[in-house]
């Protein structure tokens, strides 16, 4: 292990006035191997890792690289482009995923089926499978993942190809059950 890491591991214990026996009991370990830790003798583990971060009130990069880490002007610009597209993305998406899209199938179904337009109250229940494929959508724009979207998709496609076009509700619903091996 880098001893500069070990030295910065000591540093923020006796910052934060800790002994290697409190913060060995905050982590979940032993003294010794915080000792060994300080030593340079071993790394902590990814978990530990958090640990001493949330603990030290400090990122992950700031415990790991230490806070004046130089960066080259294109690291600096794409960092910053990154998490501003980040944000602007992550508002718009945030809207998406909280819109009741669930309340307004609720009121379409009641709407559609009150009115009795195209088979009322026998057809408008299909309204609800748009619920799972709406937040789907939303989450492969949010992930970026088209992949995600298309085998589920295609399942709702062909239930209600079968169920309008050749009257098979009753049978054709065990297509569904297919949907979790996928994933």
């Keep these: 292990m880098n001893t500069d890491f070990a030295?910065?591991?000591?540093?923020?214990?006796?910052?934060?006035?800790?002994s290697q026996e409190e913060l060995a009991q905050k982590i979940g370990v032993s003294?010794?191997?915080v000792s060994e830790w300080e030593r340079g003798e071993s790394s902590p583990d990814t978990d530990n890792l958090i640990a001493l971060?949330?603990?030290?009130?400090i990122s992950l990069d700031e415990l790991i690289k230490g806070k004046n880490q130089p960066q080259s002007v294109f690291q600096t610009a794409d960092s910053s482009y990154t998490e501003s597209s980040d944000k602007s993305q992550g508002s718009k998406f945030k809207i998406l995923s909280d819109?009741?899209?669930?309340?307004?199938?609720?009121?379409?179904?009641?709407?559609?089926g009150m009115s009795g337009i195209l088979g009322g109250w026998s057809y408008s229940w299909t309204i609800f499978l748009t619920i799972p494929v709406y937040y789907l959508i939303?989450?492969?724009i949010q992930k970026r993942k088209l992949i995600t979207l298309c085998y589920p998709l295609i399942v709702v496609a062909i239930f209600l190809l079968l169920g309008f076009?050749?009257?098979?509700?009753?049978?054709?619903?065990?297509?569904?059950?297919?949907?979790?091996?996928f994933f």
Excluded: A
């Design 7 to 18: 030295q910065k591991l000591s540093g923020y214990r006796q910052q934060k006035g800790l």
């Design 31 to 33: 003294s010794q191997t």
């Design 53 to 57: 971060s949330e603990i030290y009130g």
């Design 99 to 112: 819109f009741p899209y669930s309340l307004i199938c609720v009121l379409i179904h009641c709407l559609w």
């Design 138 to 140: 939303v989450s492969m």
């Design 165 to 181: 076009c050749f009257d098979l509700w009753n049978i054709c619903w065990v297509i569904f059950l297919i949907v979790p091996f």
